[in-house]
């Protein structure tokens, strides 16, 4: 069974470049949460997604940021404008169900923007 | 949630115990103590979670105090695959809440020493 994937595993931006992150979560998990982890620092939630709804996005920041997970395909994280503060690496996690269900975490994506 | 106090670092020589410890004096009566693991450049692995009693699975042990104000992860023998950061995090047991978001501090840097 494979695991939660991510792609790009590494991607460069210059800024004012869109980055798009995508997540495809593990087989038979229906629940996606995206993590930013800046440099030198732990994870922080941004946000918790079911099938074609965004359940949490209270970590998200307001502007240029923004996330899906759609009926059929990867959840996408999407960053408009990106500007050099956005460079992290960005997890995603899946699980079965809300709570304290387990979260199964991808090899993330690092994005740098210069 | 309960906030954690672990220390920054801790050495480890190879094939002996790591015993990583946790501190949650604040932890309420229905929060779980969960254990994660982040090897350099990977996403984080869950380890072990616990209530009141003692656990063990395949990777590690999670010995929590009576009184549940800390707890300790042991790995019984470590090896070099080991060094990684670990981080202790408390979670409520509230299915109305937002027990999702699992929150990240700084963790231990355990390095495990040929």
């Known amino acids: 069974n494979a695991g939660v994937m991510q792609n790009p595993r590494h991607l460069v931006r210059r800024r004012g470049q869109e980055a798009r992150l995508r997540c495809s979560p593990m087989?038979?998990?229906?629940?996606v949460y995206w993590y930013r982890q800046l440099p030198e620092e732990g994870l922080k939630f941004m946000v918790y997604l079911q099938k074609e709804n965004i359940i949490d996005e209270s970590g998200m920041p307001k502007e240029r940021f923004s996330a899906e997970f759609p009926k059929e395909g990867p959840s996408i994280l999407r960053i408009q404008q990106v500007v050099r503060g956005d460079s992290a690496a960005y997890f995603c996690?899946?699980?079965?169900?809300?709570?304290?269900?387990?979260?199964?975490f991808g090899p993330g994506t690092r994005l740098t923007v210069t | 949630d309960a906030k954690t106090t672990q220390p920054p670092s801790m050495d480890c020589a190879e094939g002996r115990a790591a015993n990583l410890p946790c501190n949650h004096s604040t932890i309420s009566g229905n929060e779980y103590v969960y254990w994660y693991r982040q090897i350099h450049s990977q996403g984080p692995q869950y380890i072990i979670h616990g209530l009141k009693n003692n656990e063990t699975n395949e990777m590690a042990s999670l010995i929590i105090t009576e009184d549940r104000k800390s707890s300790t992860l042991i790995l019984p023998h470590a090896t070099l695959r080991d060094t990684a950061v670990y981080y202790c995090i408390v979670r409520v047991q509230n299915s109305g809440g937002s027990n999702y978001k699992l929150t990240f501090g700084k963790g231990t840097l355990l390095t495990v020493n040929p």
């Open positions: 996690a899946s699980s079965t169900g809300t709570g304290l269900t387990e979260q199964y």
């Open positions: 087989k038979g998990h229906s629940h």
